[in-house]
């Protein structure tokens, strides 16, 4: 079957030109859609490199065949060649390639870069690339060489600044790509982010990166982006300038980047080198294909081996393309599945100097690691890729900019990988949640900590537990799991609650040093720590032997299966709806239960009857309804909010679910339970993240309606266009 070609692009409306917005996250790597008058452009995108003289693969294949919404092409060198650029003027562009969707324009720099003899003007190559239409073009910067001189560099990075305004107005309201440099000076870096974001640009390329990705420098590329990408707008789309190796793909998508352009898939297929998501292969080594694509369909390594020159560059070109294109939707599909730093730490695996990068970027935050290597002996892999340097404690910002966009809940199991699966930002996010947030009801001396088994652990030990409880109710229980010690009243939490991993994942014996650093920072230090294999054969007896004191009932006490339920209603809505555990227990001391079939609590009602919240079997977590929202808004004592500030998670305990201010003219719509949209948002309380429980509120701070957050702070502030809130509830006045 001959696969349907795709349809023309419409172009987008003249009010939404250059808006960008996020239809789906995971933390800070998002699918998002840039609208331009060819159409729109989804992200992460790849932009495949064309030179107007020698096309490797034509424009219309890659948009009929492969599905490319845009590519990139270079102003300069059909500015310089009078039989591309007369018609180009005449015609535009589009028609000079025979594209119908996004064109995307190169200024010069690089060839400046690699020749040495780039003559056209600041305002001049702007106003080319105006008069031949394409949908954003570049200004021309100063290419940042990794071999400047820090004096030489912080002087581009200034020419650069000082360009942007003449360019803007060149321009005249075309898209303009605003490029950031400073080479490997992270403070230039930052100020070329920090400086180019006050001007009007519509995309962000970071540039001067090739140098580094040639020379497999994958650890200074991810300090490049982090020096980078956090203080750009989120309103603008970043694009990795020459990064078009998909082996690059799942760890530049997971810090941000989205957009991509690639001339790799042509030169390496003219040096008979094919592009794999792990690397490179040379043709002359293979006998058999390490990926079959539907461009080899029928050739063996050696049959493309006795092709001609041209005939053979073209077929691995397309290869290549085959290769780049799954790559980047395997790294979309990631996004959409929640599973992006997954991939990225699996990828990480298969390159040495990805594996160094991965390594550094989960192990940096080092503000309470406290130990300095100075003699250089290597503890492990994860101390060795540790800053003890000149850089040492300056990269927490960007990683807390990691964790300020990273959702607090998801579904579906996480895949245990080894250590470093730990150090996932939403592992971060949730280990944070759950220290800062939970409080103990117990006073005993002494914690119970149940080992051996993985979840769900209600349905294994639940009953002994609701024994033990009816004899022991002081006793502290918690689980064991691969990310840390989990209180029993929050037994079906993710991340905690659903690790896939091997067997003796579960079934290691607690190390008590560490059990006892995790019950410090759960505010239980100092308690007595009893273990109890959930493994063993025989619990009860094995119990007996563990707790000599205690006595187990034949049958369940219904009011300690009552008090467990109210426990647990306290530690959601205490973890997720951000209310101080002792009004929770206040709140619910006569509260009532609405169960399932499966004895599972379904809802949530106070004395009055009134349903609150219900509980989560997906994720373990907490939805408030439009009666727990009022309850949750009639609790707040803090001011309404001014401003897009963002804190820290830990630093605002227990005030209730943060607030999203809206513009009084949204209020009648978002009412009627309508989405909260970018653009009509005044201010957020700084604890507001992805994917929370919010209150939505009008200038006053009078409820309007209640919903999840789709954004962070930064994002709420910048964002002008997408869903900034899904509306669950109106609420009528």
């Known amino acids: 079957m001959v696969p349907k070609k795709m349809d023309e692009p419409n172009p987008c409306r003249e009010q939404d030109l250059g808006k960008f917005e996020v239809l789906h996250r995971d933390g800070i790597a998002k699918l998002g859609r840039l609208h331009t008058a060819h159409g729109p452009l989804h992200t992460p995108a790849l932009l495949p490199v064309i030179n107007p003289n020698i096309q490797t693969?034509?424009?219309?294949?890659?948009?009929?065949?492969?599905?490319?919404?845009?590519?990139?092409?270079?102003?300069?060198?059909?500015?310089k060649h009078e039989k591309l650029s007369i018609p180009a003027q005449e015609l535009g562009v589009h028609k000079l390639l025979d594209f119908p969707g996004v064109i995307v324009c190169d200024s010069g720099t690089f060839q400046s870069y690699i020749y040495g003899d780039v003559e056209v003007g600041v305002e001049e190559i702007i106003e080319f690339q105006k008069s031949?239409?394409?949908?954003?073009?570049t200004m021309l910067d100063i290419f940042g060489r990794p071999d400047m001189t820090r004096q030489q560099m912080m002087e581009a990075v200034e020419t650069t600044i000082e360009r942007a305004e003449p360019s803007i107005k060149a321009a005249e309201g075309m898209m303009l790509n605003g490029p950031i440099q400073g080479g490997l000076e992270w403070d230039l870096r930052q100020r070329s982010a920090q400086q180019m974001s006050k001007y009007d640009f519509a995309i962000h390329p970071i540039g001067g990166i090739v140098p580094v990705m040639e020379q497999h420098r994958y650890l200074e590329l991810v300090k490049i982006m982090l020096a980078s990408i956090p203080h750009l707008p989120a309103s603008r789309p970043v694009?990795?300038?020459?990064?078009?190796?998909?082996?690059l793909f799942p760890m530049a998508v997971a810090l941000g980047a989205d957009l991509f352009d690639s001339a790799a898939y042509a030169l390496f297929a003219k040096d008979d080198r094919l592009l794999l998501p792990w690397g490179t292969a040379k043709l002359e080594n293979l006998e058999y294909w390490p990926l079959l694509t539907p461009s080899l369909q029928g050739w063996t390594p050696s049959q493309v081996r006795g092709l001609g020159k041209e005939e053979r560059t073209a077929l691995l070109a397309r290869f290549n393309m085959d290769v780049t294109v799954a790559e980047l939707n395997r790294c979309r599909q990631a996004v959409k599945d929640g599973t992006i730093w997954e991939l990225t730490e699996m990828r990480s695996h298969q390159h040495p100097a990805l594996r160094e990068a991965y390594q550094w970027l989960i192990t940096a935050p080092s503000e309470n690691f406290g130990f300095h290597n100075d003699d250089g002996l290597v503890l492990s892999e994860s101390d060795a890729s540790r800053e003890y340097g000149s850089e040492y404690g300056i990269w927490e910002g960007a990683w807390e900019w990691v964790i300020d966009s990273t959702s607090q809940q998801r579904d579906g199991g996480v895949s245990w990988l080894g250590p470093e699966s730990h150090e996932r930002p939403w592992v971060e996010v949730a280990r944070r949640l759950l220290h800062s947030r939970w409080r103990t009801s117990t006073e005993s001396e002494e914690v119970l900590i149940l080992h051996g088994r993985s979840g769900p652990w209600r349905d294994r030990i639940g009953n002994i537990v609701c024994r033990i409880k009816a004899k022991m109710p002081d006793l502290e229980v918690l689980i064991q799991t691969p990310f840390g010690l989990l209180p029993w009243s929050l037994e079906d939490v993710n991340p905690f609650a659903h690790v896939e991993g091997p067997s003796w994942l579960h079934r290691r014996r607690p190390d008590l040093r560490w059990c006892a650093n995790e019950l410090s920072?759960?505010?239980?230090?100092?308690?007595?720590?009893?273990?109890?294999?959930?493994?063993?054969?025989?619990?009860?007896?094995?119990?007996?032997?563990?707790?000599?004191?205690?006595?187990?009932?034949?049958?369940?006490?219904?009011s300690v299966v009552f008090e467990l339920e109210r426990e647990q209603a306290i530690s959601k809505l205490s973890l997720f709806a951000n209310i101080h555990a002792e009004v929770c227990r206040n709140a619910l001391k006569s509260c009532q239960f609405i169960h399932s079939r499966t004895r599972?609590?379904?809802?949530?009602?106070?004395q009055d009857g009134r349903h609150i919240a219900s509980p989560r079997l997906t994720d373990g977590g907490l939805s408030l309804t439009a009666a727990g929202a009022n309850w949750a808004h009639n609790l707040r004592t803090a001011p309404v909010p001014e401003g897009f500030e963002c804190q820290r998670i830990e630093e605002n305990v227990s005030q209730g679910p943060p607030w999203v201010v809206i513009e009084d003219d949204a209020v009648p719509f978002v009412r009627d339970g309508r989405n909260v949209f970018h653009g009509f948002i005044t201010a957020v309380d700084a604890w507001l993240r992805p994917g929370v429980s919010c209150l939505i509120v009008n200038s006053k701070g009078e409820l309007i309606a209640h919903g999840i957050s789709k954004a962070a702070p930064k994002e709420m502030a910048e964002l002008k266009k997408g869903i900034a809130v899904r509306t669950r509830d109106g609420i009528k006045p």
């Open 57 to 79: 693969i034509k424009p219309r294949e890659l948009w009929d065949n492969w599905g490319i919404e845009g590519l990139i092409t270079n102003s300069y060198i059909i500015w």
């Open 239 to 247: 694009h990795l300038f020459g990064c078009g190796h998909p082996m």
């Open 132 to 137: 031949i239409g394409v949908d954003v073009a």
């Open 600 to 606: 599972r609590v379904k809802n949530i009602l106070l």
């Open 521 to 558: 920072r759960l505010g239980l230090s100092g308690r007595k720590i009893i273990l109890f294999d959930m493994a063993t054969k025989d619990m009860k007896e094995t119990l007996k032997e563990t707790l000599p004191s205690l006595t187990l009932d034949a049958d369940t006490d219904e």
